[in-house]
């Protein structure tokens, strides 16, 4: 029996098996848009809006880099699902406290450092009406901790196809907007307000106009 102890076969397996399939079931047809200039060899702190459930298998089955995604701790211990998620190498936060929830934005801007991108949606959960919400500080602490730079992507059309708190799923259009990165370079935490800003400013321009900013 060969175990992958990097969680890369996982990660293959979900993008071009589950996510592709899921999109598939769901009628779900997904333009990208930008992305043509960027390095995917390196390492980003990937920046997103959070419209649907569709959110996470468009960016699995699209960008072309191996990414992980920043999750509540919670939800790595439900039986299957949670063991996928460790097997995976997803990233767990906990929120429990101020110490806990530090201590695992520690570990994950170390996590960024040695290895594949982490997909982040600063927003915190999905939206309920469709509507960019204000960004979390977290996700640019972890950047300018790790050192790379943030990569912003907008989502665009999923709340039309699985708006929150609904199971019914309408098939048509979605798109991925791939941005430019924005350099931590010379950045402290001082600057994560600022960094928050720019970034969300980013991500609501390529929402509304649906081009890469």
């Known amino acids: 029996m060969i175990v992958d102890f990097s969680g890369r076969l996982f990660m293959f397996l979900a993008s071009k098996g589950w996510a592709a399939q899921i999109l598939w079931l769901a009628g779900a ?19 997103s809006n959070h419209q ?17 995604f920043l999750s509540k701790r919670s939800l790595f211990y439900i039986p299957i699902f949670g063991w996928a998620m460790w097997i995976a190498r997803f990233v767990p936060v906990d929120r429990g406290s101020v110490r ?19 997909v982040v949606f600063p927003e915190g959960t999905r939206s309920p009406d469709g509507e960019i ?6 996700a640019f602490v972890m950047a300018i901790k790790a050192g790379v730079l943030v990569l ?18 309408t098939p048509g259009k979605a798109q991925l907007i791939i941005g430019t990165p924005v350099s931590c370079e010379g950045k402290s935490i001082k600057d994560k307000e600022n960094l928050r800003m720019e970034v969300q400013r980013i991500v609501e321009k390529m929402f509304e106009t649906g081009k890469p900013a």
């Open 29 to 47: 047809k997904v333009e990208v848009i930008g992305g043509e200039g960027i390095d995917w060899k390196k390492s980003y702190v990937i920046a």
């Open 52 to 68: 649907s459930q569709l959110d996470i298998p468009i960016l699995f089955n699209k960008l072309p880099t191996l990414i992980r």
């Open 100 to 118: 806990k929830a530090r201590a695992s934005i520690d570990a994950a801007a170390r996590k960024i450092r040695k290895g594949p991108s982490l």
């Open 133 to 138: 919400k204000k960004f979390k500080s977290g």
């Open 152 to 169: 912003p992507v907008a989502v665009r059309g999923t709340f039309q196809l699985v708006p929150k708190n609904t199971l019914k799923v």
